[in-house]
């Protein structure tokens, strides 16, 4: 086989592949704690009856005319152990202002003790969620922690946040709902 | 540099610096060398291989001995070392993160330097043998400098520690850890010798066939240790991940199985260069990629990319090797758009029914092999990248692609080892495929009879009758004319390792396509049937060690022996790991895992039994193919590539 | 040559018989775990590169098997309906077989591409090279060819 055309085809298509491979590798940016779609977005959200790593039984159908906010959580997880400090603030805030969120921990493949003994070192005092075989982090849709799900008084799921939070996204979307839920 | 780490780190990266200037150097001594022709500098060649492997065995002795001696001042020690962590998993623990095994990669690679130098020590002045020396000094220091800068395993580490967690768990269970990924890197690395003597021929213009003959056991080596390095891989899937597969089409497997697509389709086409002059485009464009695809695979595997694109803009590494890939290539591709005119064959392929053309529509259905692999492998990056969308592709996509590549792979193996080089007659053909053809009826029967079922499995068990047929065939006459010598040599051991192939696509097919599995939940004393056999457990029980706790479910399995899947969570890590067993036999395996949830205390258990017919075959497939590999290597009656294809066969030839 | 034809022609025959009685064959019914290891592998495990859901044992994995699982034994569900419902939740990226529209489509299109030239190709070589008819031997070469044949002590070898 010889044809030198042939040749320079083959190394022109080569080189072709090779710049177009570098060029979206060096472009493509990162992309971390943004709002996400979800086709449970606008939906009554999936019937939870579990227990906290306290044996207190939860059932989410109980804590409708609430906000409730579903924080999935894995002690060894590097991005949820950054956004803790933001999480603490958050459900002080909302404990002092009236109709404030209830924030839940819910507890993604990891043992209850780990959990108990970050919250205990980090603080945080609201209730943590078992979550037996994952069961709830199927119903979600959650396969990487950390994600942040808002659930409106109604029982309806309105937010999903992927990835680790920034200061201040989770007061201020949770602003603007209240504002539409009220209006 | 070399300010906050302790002795031992500074002496480790010393060493590796010292590595790095004397393969420079060597690469140098070279390029001198056959300019001038000076003996004095060609002998410093010799001088600074030794130097490079000196440094980099010294720098994988101290990291060795901060490992054993767990000297936590350096950061990879505390990675992945620990004090709970066995004696000879601690050793192995060099080799289980990034930073070490490029350590090992130098190694090894400074052992093959050294080795090919030692090997050409009277003909270091010829142009060929210098410059192939030059491409493997510079490759050297590649490494070299790649293991001291990003790389780095002498990092000093945070101050204080005092224990780590040790590597991961999987590597720490099965004693395979020890011995696959150092024979998985001599095949890998083990390409840069024929590579650095192809890149040589082009740079001087001897693109005859004198590099080719000269490097054919150095290739055959290497494509020897990267097959079995591959099988002892499926081999570890098999007995430690739990799933009861052997491969399971992920990045890490594609990025070792692409350099042996593409190194096989270059040990059979090159017999058709040695033969008759032809396919040297072919085969110096095979082997380019092939050595291309081991540092693509690298860069795949250790950039993170592949779990996320966007890993690669937050890491180092990724950027060397992807680099060091792209230079590789337009290189190559260069060097051969230049020598083009002179690469061109005297000859042309006579008809379509020839060893020639078979060997011809090999290399063509390997490279389409090779491009489903990485597209499969790949596409998803493309993907994200473009569309910052994350998708799959996994074993649908490549099994449906696959199969019909593997069918018309054993289709070609039915035929070639009977065809005539130039041209066949149909006479020819149905002469000697007679009785390959019956034995290809007599295996579909026989499987027919045995229950198989489906056209896949059914093809493939036709098309290894008759390429087995044809393989022993080969083999018979060879050994009626010459003896025990008809066992060696490169056509006869070829054979003993097609045979060796056929097995493992038979099992695979068989495997893939008949396996059964079922869940039970056993209780002590009440046996449960499945598939024919009896699961009886007799008790859980805990084992406890100072790095892990087990919980083990003793099983009887057929009344008989009894068998221990388990579950081990290391402490020091958090890592829950299952631990199958199996009860091998020829024609079925069984294969036990242990599901969670479970209590030590309670007397019930729950696991998972998977009936996997013919997995046997494919070890007893492998060990074939090693022999085989092993017999290809003996000298075998051989023409010289010079003579006339009508020239008498001389006896034993050296190199 | 003619009975060697015919029974080159009944092997052929026999052999699509057979392949074609055993292709429509069946290995038994399929059972629950049966389906259950067929739609796990055509799931993608979320938190892995490329793995099935049935290979992985991450614990998303084995938290989708336990619910691919109880699905399966309620009997509710075909596998496809099952594959939409975590689909639903997890989104495109579960998707272990890329989808036949849009960009995804390359993943398949591109191999049969792919194949198509390299035949074509190849098909076109041998084509071209069939064309090149040899010129006529000379006496010399005549000669050489009736010594060269008188010398050889031995029939061809076929390695």
């Not at chain 2, 090919?116 to 050297?140: D, G, N, P, T």
């Not at chain 2, 599995?517 to 805990?542: R, Y």
């Amino acid at each position: 086989m010889g044809s030198k055309y042939l040749v320079k085809i083959v190394s022109s298509v080569v080189a072709l592949v090779l710049v177009s491979l570098l060029w979206v590798l060096i472009v493509s940016k990162p992309s971390d704690g943004q709002v996400a779609r979800s086709p449970l977005l606008g939906q009554p959200a999936p019937a939870i009856v579990t227990a906290t790593i306290d044996d207190q039984p939860f059932d989410l159908q109980r804590r409708k005319g609430s906000w409730v906010v579903f924080n999935f959580f894995n002690s060894t997880c590097v991005p949820c152990i950054n956004e803790h400090d933001l999480l603490v603030d958050f459900a002080k805030r909302e404990a002092t202002s009236d109709n404030g969120a209830e924030l839940y921990t819910v507890v993604n493949d990891d043992s209850d003790d780990a959990v108990r003994n970050f919250f205990t070192k980090n603080g945080g005092d609201w209730a943590k969620l078992k979550d037996e075989n994952g069961a709830i982090a199927v119903a979600f849709g959650v396969a990487r922690v950390p994600e942040t799900w808002v659930i409106d008084p109604n029982g309806l799921v309105r937010i999903r946040v992927t990835g680790e939070l920034s200061e201040g996204l989770l007061e201020a979307q949770l602003d603007k709902l209240r504002e539409e839920f009220t209006s | 540099m070399f300010a906050s780490a302790g002795i031992t780190g500074t002496i480790g990266r010393a060493l590796l610096l010292v590595g790095f200037i004397g393969s420079v150097f060597g690469a140098f001594a070279a390029i001198t060398g056959v300019r001038t022709n000076e003996p004095r500098v060609i002998r410093l060649v010799s001088r600074f291989a030794i130097l490079a492997f000196v440094a980099a065995l010294g720098a994988f002795a101290v990291m060795e001995y901060a490992m054993i001696t767990r000297d936590f001042s350096l950061a990879y020690v505390q990675k992945v070392g620990s004090w709970s962590t066995p004696a000879l998993y601690n050793f192995a623990a060099v080799w289980s993160a990034l930073e070490g095994s490029i350590l090992m990669w130098v190694l090894i690679l400074a052992g093959y330097t050294l080795a090919v130098c030692f090997w050409m020590r009277k003909r270091l002045s010829e142009s060929l043998a210098a410059s192939a020396m030059a491409v493997m000094m510079i490759v050297l220091a590649f490494f070299f400098l790649v293991s001291f800068f990003p790389a780095n395993p002498f990092a000093p580490g945070a101050p204080g520690v005092l224990d780590g967690p040790g590597p991961n768990p999987l590597l720490q269970n099965h004693i395979l850890v020890m011995f696959h990924p150092p024979i998985l890197y001599l095949g890998y690395v083990g390409v840069t010798v024929p590579f650095a003597f192809a890149i040589a021929a082009l740079v001087t213009g001897r693109v005859g066939e004198g590099w080719l003959v000269a490097t054919r056991r150095w290739s055959l080596f290497a494509w020897g240790f990267l097959t079995f390095g591959i099988a002892l891989g499926s081999w570890w899937s098999y007995e430690v991940l739990g799933w009861s597969g052997v491969w399971a089409w992920d990045p890490v497997e594609n990025a070792s199985l692409l350099p042996w697509i593409t190194g096989t389709a270059y040990i059979h086409s090159v017999l058709v260069q040695e033969r008759r002059g032809m396919l040297r485009v072919w085969n110096i464009s095979l082997l380019v990629a092939t050595f291309s695809l081991t540092i693509l695979g690298t860069f795949l595997t250790r950039s993170g990319v592949l779990n996320s694109v966007h890993a690669f803009s937050e890491s180092g590494i990724g950027a060397w090797f992807l680099s060091f890939f792209a230079v590789v290539l337009v290189v190559s591709v260069f060097l051969i758009g230049w020598r083009g005119d002179k690469l061109r064959s005297p000859g042309i392929i006579d008809s379509p029914l020839s060893r020639e053309a078979a060997f011809l529509a090999n290399n063509v259905i390997f490279a389409v092999f090779a491009f489903v692999v990485l597209l499969g492998t790949v596409f998803p990056l493309i993907i994200e990248a473009l569309q910052n969308r994350q998708i799959a592709v996994g074993e649908p996509f490549f099994d449906r692609l696959t199969v019909p590549i593997g069918i018309a792979l054993l289709t070609l193996m039915s035929i070639a080892p009977v065809l005539p080089w130039r041209k066949a007659s149909a006479e020819t053909l149905q002469t000697r495929l007679f009785w390959p053809m019956w034995s290809g009826i007599a295996a579909l029967v026989a499987s027919l009879a045995l229950g198989a079922y489906g056209l896949a499995p059914l093809l493939t068990f036709t098309l290894g009758g008759v390429s087995g047929g044809a393989a022993l065939r080969q083999v018979i006459l060879a050994t009626r004319r010459q003896g025990l010598r008809g066992l060696v040599g490169r056509a006869n051991g070829g054979m003993i390792v097609h045979l060796g192939v056929i097995l493992i696509a038979v099992a695979l097919g068989a495997s893939n396509s008949y396996s059964k599995s079922q869940e039970l939940s056993l209780v002590a004393g009440v046996p449960a049937t499945f598939a024919g056999h009896s699961f009886e457990l007799t008790d859980v029980i805990e084992v406890r060690d100072d790095r892990s706790v087990s919980v083990k479910a003793r099983v009887i399995v057929d009344g008989d022996k009894t068998y221990e899947p388990a579950i081990t969570k290391y402490t020091r890590i958090g890592m829950n790991v299952g631990t199958p067993s199996v009860k091998a036999s020829l024609t079925s395996d069984i294969y036990l895992t242990l599901e969670p949830p479970v209590r030590q205390d309670s007397n019930t258990a729950r696991i998972k039994v998977f009936i996997k017919p013919m997995i046997t075959w494919l070890w007893i497939g492998t060990m074939l193919m090693a022999v085989g590999t092993f017999l290809a290597a003996f000298p075998g009656r051989r023409r010289r590539p010079t003579d006339a294809t009508s020239a008498p066969v001389l006896v034993a030839e050296k190199i | 040559m003619k009975t060697r034809k015919s029974i080159w022609l009944a092997m052929f025959l026999l052999v699509s018989v057979l392949l074609a009685f055993g292709a429509t064959r069946s290995g038994g019914p399929q059972t629950q775990q049966d389906r259950i290891d067929l739609v796990t592998s055509h799931l993608a495990c979320p938190t892995c590169s490329g793995e099935s859901v049935f290979v992985s044992r991450a614990s998303a994995a084995e938290a989708i098997r336990t619910e691919v699982a109880r699905q399966v034994g309620a009997g509710i569900r075909t596998d496809d309906e099952i594959i939409s419902y975590i689909e639903q939740r997890f989104g495109s990226e579960v998707l272990l077989v890329p989808r036949s529209t849009g960009l995804d489509s390359l993943v398949w299109s591109l191999p049969a591409a792919v194949l198509i030239i390299a035949l074509s190709l190849l098909v076109s070589a041998f084509a071209r090279w069939g064309r090149r008819t040899p010129g006529a031997p000379s006496v010399a070469d005549e000669a050489l060819v009736k010594n060269a044949l008188a010398e050889s002590t031995r029939v061809g070898d076929e390695s």
